[in-house]
């Protein structure tokens, strides 16, 4: 059972620091084409393109809303455990996370119909991996403090929280304008699993009281449960247990050969005016059945114990006996730790996105005098203004609630070559997020890169969060009207 007890910590809390999947600075810029993947119904002014494969979208994001690596690691001249104490555990409470996300475009391209200009469609594959782990206040106050003077204290395993999970995203979607105010989008999605864990509806309670025949009496109250996919396959390869390739294994879970999901995302973008557009999308609106190579571990009962109780002169009956062993083989029956092999659903963590932009200053072809909107096209059609501003708000359902955020923006076009994008993003990660995007357009390549949290990069080991995205295209534009 000991060894058991341990894989399942180590799962939980092994994963260390590493999620909100926020793209402020990719949503809504429009010249670049992954652009699309946030908004199906964005405005698009693109006769095709291509993305390089594994080079036209790699996006990494590592965040924690609590303490960071230089806030316990800083040479300050305070002792460590007094450090632990203040900033973490007193420092911390239970909504506070610890989050990464990687996402890498395997294949993505998009083209405009020839028989029906106003539609476009874009397809493609990436993959996806998520984690997050909720700071776990009471059983981090109980590993470090104990028990012994912590008399009639609840300790909540409802604190433990965490989720994790890598795969495949197989998808298709078509963007049609219906005139020239509105223009929507939807996209299909398939999912392939690769692997998942998660234990997020634990509940149950670890209390010490006086007890009646020993000192102290101890109880535990727990319905807790690890749910996995994806691990014991490759557990059992790395311990030669089965023949097979890790690699073999994760490339056939990839193509479509994991746990298979599906989902859908949707999204518009409609012109109040000539110059003020708003924009929104519903992201991946799905689930993934995970059927194959499953195993879980749960911790479910109550017990109560005064430790080993030895009754005199009755212990001497027996002088083999085992009091320890008892109480450990009392307390399994009380509060089993099993092991699971049931299939079970999990649902993709649904985005929102929303914005308002006011687009100003003359159009990048200032000649150009028309009730226009933004966009890149022939004169025919639409173009861009020089100039964007405005605001908007991102929310991702997370085991604890809705994670929101809010960003201001000003977008800055140089000619038909460079556009800058940068933001302002407030969430509970941080409140001085400052981030910048560049596109260059180099004939028919399309370059772009991106940062956030620029601030913290003076001191990488102090910031609470950090991503970035580059990306590498060939495009044609124009409309083909």
Request: proline share 3%; hydrophobic share 40%.
């Amino acid at each position: 059972m000991r060894e058991r007890l341990l894989l399942m910590l180590a799962v939980l809390f092994g994963i260390g620091p590493l999620f909100s999947q926020n793209k402020e600075l990719l949503y809504d810029f429009t010249e670049i084409p992954q652009a699309i993947l946030l908004n199906p119904g964005m405005n698009t002014s693109f006769s095709w393109y291509a993305g390089i494969p594994l080079a036209s979208g790699i996006y990494g994001q590592a965040g924690t809303s609590g303490i960071t690596v230089h806030s316990l690691f800083a040479n300050d001249g305070l002792d460590i455990n007094d450090k632990v104490r203040a900033r973490a555990l007193n420092g911390m409470s239970k909504r506070d996370e610890f989050g990464e996300t990687v996402q890498i475009d395997l294949l993505h391209g998009g083209y405009r119909s020839k028989n029906n200009p106003r539609q476009f469609y874009s397809f493609g594959v990436y993959f996806e991996s998520n984690t997050i782990l909720y700071w776990p206040q009471d059983l981090a106050y109980l590993a470090f403090d104990g028990n012994a003077d912590q008399l009639g204290r609840r300790f909540d395993l409802g604190h433990l929280k965490t989720r994790g999970e890598g795969l495949t995203v197989f998808h298709f979607g078509i963007n049609r304008e219906i005139d020239r105010k509105l223009t929507v989008g939807a996209r299909a999605k398939i999912y392939s699993g690769i692997y998942d864990f998660h234990s997020s509806g634990n509940t149950g309670y670890f209390v010490t009281n006086e007890g009646q025949n020993n000192l102290l009496s101890n109880t535990l109250v727990a319905d807790m449960q690890l749910r996995t996919s994806g691990f014991e396959e490759i557990r059992a390869i790395l311990d030669n247990e089965i023949s097979g390739s890790v690699a073999n294994v994760i490339t056939k879970r990839a193509l479509l050969g994991g746990d298979l999901g599906f989902g859908i995302d949707l999204g518009f973008t409609y012109s109040l005016n000539q110059r003020t557009v708003i924009t929104g999308s519903l992201l991946d609106l799905g689930f993934v059945y995970h059927a194959g190579d499953v195993k879980g571990y749960s911790l479910q009962g109550s017990a109560t114990t005064e430790a080993v109780e030895i009754i005199l002169p009755d212990a001497f009956s027996d002088p083999n006996a085992d009091f320890w062993q008892d109480l450990v083989d009392e307390i399994e029956a009380l509060v089993p730790f099993e092991d699971t092999y049931n299939s079970y659903i999990t649902f993709r963590p649904t985005q929102l996105y929303g914005s308002i932009r006011y687009n100003f200053g003359e159009p990048v072809n200032g000649d150009l005098d028309c009730d226009c909107d933004i966009g890149v096209t022939d004169a025919n059609t639409r173009f861009q203004y020089r100039n964007a501003l405005g605001g908007q708000l991102h929310m991702v359902n997370r085991p604890r609630g809705p994670q929101a955020a809010l960003t201001a923006f000003y977008l800055r076009r140089v000619g038909n070559f460079l556009a800058l994008k940068t933001t302002y993003t407030v969430d509970k990660f941080s409140m001085s997020n400052i981030g910048l995007g560049v596109d260059f357009q180099l004939g028919p390549v399309n370059l772009y890169a991106m940062a956030n949290n620029l601030l913290g990069y003076q001191n990488l080991a102090d910031s609470h969060y950090a991503s970035f995205q580059i990306g590498l295209n060939i495009l044609s534009w124009g409309s083909n009207r």
